[in-house]
């Protein structure tokens, strides 16, 4: 499980250095793809297959939010293996989608990694906390 809240940078060659405690998980390979409010959600290799695999079996193609979903998160998608200290490559596509600067934002999000632009994620979380801390009715039900 992937835990935290780190602020790596990103250097001339779009490269991060990967929080020391992720990369025992991300050391084999992992998959970089467009997350959702515009940061970028990385995974383990073997768990990337096995999201996009029950993305492509488990649904069906007739459906138009399907295809779309399907064609956005995997058309974005890059493998990569990060090299001996740690660094992995962001390729120019997903550093302009997710409004990369120097200063990045590296959470834990439980099964993946989310790397966000540093501005922006103090700009979610301004917005997001505040629900969070007022919330008084179950989100995922039975958890709390």
């Not at 998959?31 to 069906?60: D, K, S, W």
């Not at 064609?71 to 120019?92: H, M, N, W, Y």
Request: contains cysteine; negative net charge.
């Amino acid at each position: 499980m992937f835990l935290g809240t780190h602020t790596p940078k990103l250097d001339d060659k779009g490269r991060i250095f990967l929080p020391a405690k992720f990369r025992p998980r991300l050391e084999d390979g992992l998959v970089i793809t467009r997350g959702q409010e515009h940061c970028l959600y990385v995974y383990p290799l073997a768990e990337f297959e096995r999201i996009a695999t029950e993305m492509t079996t488990g649904t069906t193609t007739t459906s138009r939010d399907v295809r779309d979903y399907q064609r956005v998160f995997l058309s974005g998608a890059s493998d990569e293996v990060p090299d001996k200290q740690g660094r992995v490559t962001i390729p120019p596509v997903l550093r302009d989608y997710a409004g990369l600067s120097a200063e990045c934002t590296v959470i834990g999000a439980g099964n993946r990694v989310e790397v966000w632009d540093s501005a922006a994620w103090t700009t979610y979380l301004s917005q997001a906390e505040p629900a969070f801390a007022e919330r008084s009715e179950e989100v995922v039900p039975g958890l709390i």
